[in-house]
């Protein structure tokens, strides 16, 4: 945990140690992909260490088949002057580096960053914004490629997990350019003691206080988001057994006998997260329907709400098949992001 803290802390100081430009706001704005990264690294570097940046960089979803969440893209540094623009960059190389490498390498880092690399003490960079608005661009360098390999094997999670966070506020922040649907989110604060942000073409497919749920509706592909809300005096009865329980139930009633599928191989996987400053559990898995012979990725989140004693549980499918689904499983994330009670509504508005 230490050593986590320690890389964390120096990834936030050595960013500052870039000498591009801070600025933003005559940036243009960022193109191609966003579930992409382009791996700027010589072809012969590339050979060595493909098959860790993969491992590192190339996390799969169930969707059900094996999904990568990016798409990694190896390019020569030479071309980076044709990708300026790009969301995802990442420059790899070493202080033995030559070429385009050692150029941008000397551009990019400076003498106290290069000491500490040859020490072993950093070896990750970021930069927002370098070249366009929205963009992450990423350096991993070692004093050489035994080091290299080595420290992102070590610190694969982090690697990932600064691309990811990137990718994910850019969904969230391109939802709601068009109109935003504030009667539906008032209704259901008044109804519900609830609300949610909903994206202009949303519609609600059911809407009941008796069964305390609600389900939002989009198609081409379909999306859906929906949640449920139970008043308990234990909160301890929330647990992955629970949700998933109870997800069957409601899909079972309301989605045409849709069920949570696991196998001996194809378990749910669970996660503990914060979800807006409450304890939560988090659900990855794959739903299937029998009678329609079709499936995909869902999430469930559940988390039990001290202000008015209720368990929650939201939860987000996506049925889209022939295509890449995670995309469009991000936006519903970035939609449960949203998801206010009552209680933080009037507190949010003091």
């Not at 243009?28 to 791996?39: E, L, N, Q, R, Y």
């Not at 604060?189 to 949610?196: A, D, K, P, S, Y």
């Not at 469930?300 to 929650?312: E, P």
């Not at 098949?321 to 995670?326: A, H, L, S, V």
Request: positive net charge; glycine residues 6%; charged residues 25%.
């Amino acid at each position: 945990m230490k050593n986590k803290i320690i890389t964390l802390l120096l990834v936030g100081i050595f960013t500052c140690a870039f000498l591009l430009s801070t600025g933003c706001q005559h940036k243009p704005a960022t193109i191609g992909s966003f579930d992409k990264i382009i791996v700027l690294a010589d072809s012969s570097l590339w050979l060595q260490i493909e098959g860790d940046v993969r491992a590192a960089l190339g996390v799969e979803m169930m969707t059900p088949q094996p999904e990568t969440i990016f798409k990694i893209s190896q390019r020569s540094p030479e071309d980076l002057g044709d990708l300026t623009r790009y969301t995802n960059l990442l420059l790899i190389g070493t202080l033995q580096s030559q070429g385009r490498t050692k150029e941008l390498l000397d551009k990019l880092l400076n003498d106290a960053s290069k000491k500490r690399v040859e020490m072993d003490s950093s070896f990750f960079f970021q930069k927002k914004n370098a070249w366009a608005r929205d963009q992450m661009l990423a350096v991993l360098v070692a004093k050489d490629v035994p080091t290299l390999k080595k420290q992102i094997l070590a610190h694969k999670d982090l690697v990932f997990r600064v691309f990811d966070e990137n990718t994910q506020k850019i969904i969230s922040a391109s939802l709601y350019y068009s109109f935003e649907q504030k009667d539906i989110e008032k209704k259901f604060l008044q109804e519900h003691g609830w609300t949610v942000r909903v994206q202009h073409d949303y519609v609600v497919a059911i809407d009941s206080s008796q069964a305390r749920f609600v389900w939002l509706r989009r198609m081409g592909p379909q999306r859906w988001f929906s949640v449920y809300w139970e008043p308990v005096d234990d909160p301890s009865i929330l647990s992955k057994e629970w949700m998933i329980a109870k997800r069957d139930s409601l899909a079972k009633q309301f989605y045409e006998g849709d069920f949570v599928y696991q196998d001996d191989g194809l378990k749910v996987a669970e996660k503990d997260i914060d979800f807006n400053g409450r304890f939560a559990i988090q659900l990855d898995g794959i739903w299937q329907n029998k009678k329609l012979v079709v499936g995909g990725p869902f999430r469930s989140i559940g988390f039990y709400n001290k202000s008015d004693g209720r368990i929650y549980l939201i939860d987000c499918a996506v049925l889209a098949p022939g295509r890449r689904k995670w995309p469009f499983m991000r936006q519903l994330i970035a939609m449960a992001n949203t998801f206010k009670t009552a209680d933080e509504v009037k507190h949010g508005a003091e």
